[in-house]
């Protein structure tokens, strides 16, 4: 398995309407299974993404603040719905509407993750867009890490009680 960092193209790829991008990981977030759809999107092959830490396909545009509300929700046993902006191993971007939910075992304990993506509503983009410009803003203006991902995370809640919803009416309604 070869480790890629790309530099944004800032060219857009899609996938089609009816397409979805499957990806599974163990607990830790690393690729145990992608589908054709996530291969050629992505534009790896598997022999290079199996056992990939799924962040590989992070794009310098998304704020952590967006993952760690990600991984709280999926280590609580609940899914997600999250507008995601993914790079493909070459540099070019590509939207995603991600559904992330938790794999149990017999004793109920998380032994996995499993990801379907879809195309996502290009209405719904230009709203995520700014949203997640200005969160990535705020994290970069503090001094350190920490801090930077802290305030991400009030400023997100913050936008989100601003809207009367809980994150899932919200995310809905982009």
Do not use: Q
């Amino acid at each position: 398995m070869a480790k890629y960092a790309a530099t944004p193209t800032g060219r857009a790829r899609t996938f089609g309407e009816n397409e979805i991008i499957v990806s599974k990981t163990d607990p830790k977030g690393r690729i145990t299974y992608a589908n054709d759809v996530f291969l050629r999107v992505a534009g790896y092959a598997e022999s290079e993404i199996l056992g990939a830490p799924h962040s590989i396909l992070r794009h310098p545009d998304m704020p952590r603040c967006v993952f760690k509300l990600l991984w709280a929700r999926i280590e609580a046993k609940r899914e997600i719905f999250a507008y995601v902006k993914n790079m493909a191993r070459n540099g070019d971007h590509y939207w995603v509407f991600a559904h992330v939910t938790p794999t149990f075992n017999e004793a109920g304990e998380i032994s996995a993750y499993h990801s379907n993506r879809r195309l996502p509503d290009p209405a719904a983009v230009e709203k995520v867009e700014p949203l997640y410009a200005a969160l990535l803003a705020e994290e970069a203006r503090h001094d350190n890490a920490k801090s930077g991902l802290e305030a991400g995370v009030r400023m997100l809640n913050e936008k989100i009680d601003e809207t009367g919803m809980v994150y899932d009416e919200f995310v809905f309604t982009l």
